[in-house]
């Protein structure tokens, strides 16, 4: 089966940088993707790593490596509307022979002024 | 603003009402999906259809039953649910099963007493 860990909780205030971290256990890895969800709302795509290295989306950065089963997200520049929780999700071989998403628990993400 | 919606966002029943949710997504994809959230617990995946077929299940329950009638809409049949079902059931859509980025519905709030 697939397992993934990430923080449960991180606060930083306006205008710092934080990073997310994300490991993962699984078999059949295609990428790793992250996705923002705001209280009350749907969670939205950010980014997505299918190879080694550094993504970078304006604001927000994804970083992945396979060899260590590990990744994460960098925001800059943090602004309160960044407040929400971030989840990883893993890309893996599903039973159907296409690639289906499992997310790690949420990492709540507490920007203060 | 978001190409998938859902009604309804909430719902309360009891544990023999039957009840439906109901997806649509505005995109143009091929693939569907209803996902899970509950307090505390990482989204977990229920079911996927691909131009309409179900091709994952991931154990789910049998008082869920889920319907795919074509590629824009989708269903999930509630009946005689457990107070541990409460939970906010998200559907998200993507171009196919084997894209990565999905978009998500705003998702439907749903209390069994």
């Known amino acids: 089966g697939q397992s993934l860990e990430q923080p449960s909780e991180v606060t930083a205030v306006e205008g710092a940088i934080v990073q997310i971290n994300c490991t993962y256990q699984t078999s059949g890895f295609y990428g790793l993707s992250w996705y923002q969800q705001h209280d009350g709302g749907a969670p939205t795509f950010l980014s997505y790593n299918a190879l080694d290295g550094l993504e970078e989306t304006g604001r927000f950065s994804s970083f992945l490596s396979r060899s260590d089963s590990y990744g994460y997200l960098l925001l800059q520049e943090l602004q309160m509307k960044d407040s929400a929780s971030y989840f990883c999700a893993v890309s893996s071989r599903g039973n159907s022979g296409y690639s289906t998403l499992t997310f790690g628990k949420g990492t709540m993400l507490l920007v203060s002024p | 603003e978001t190409g998938v919606t859902q009604t309804p966002r909430h719902l309360v029943m009891g544990m023999t009402n039957k009840k439906s949710l109901k997806c649509e997504q505005h995109?143009?994809?091929?693939?569907m999906y209803w996902y899970k959230q509950s307090a505390k617990k990482p989204l977990e995946l229920m079911f996927v259809y691909n131009f309409k077929e179900q091709t994952e299940n991931n154990s789910v329950p049998s008082r869920f039953s889920p319907e795919c009638p074509n590629s824009s809409h989708l269903f999930l049949h509630l009946h005689t649910l457990q107070p541990e079902d409460s939970a906010l059931y998200l559907c998200?859509?993507?171009?196919?099963?084997?894209?990565?980025?999905?978009?998500f519905g705003p998702g439907t709030r749903l209390t069994v007493l």
């Open positions: 995109l143009g994809h091929n693939a």
């Open positions: 998200a859509s993507s171009q196919e099963p084997s894209t990565d980025t999905q978009y």
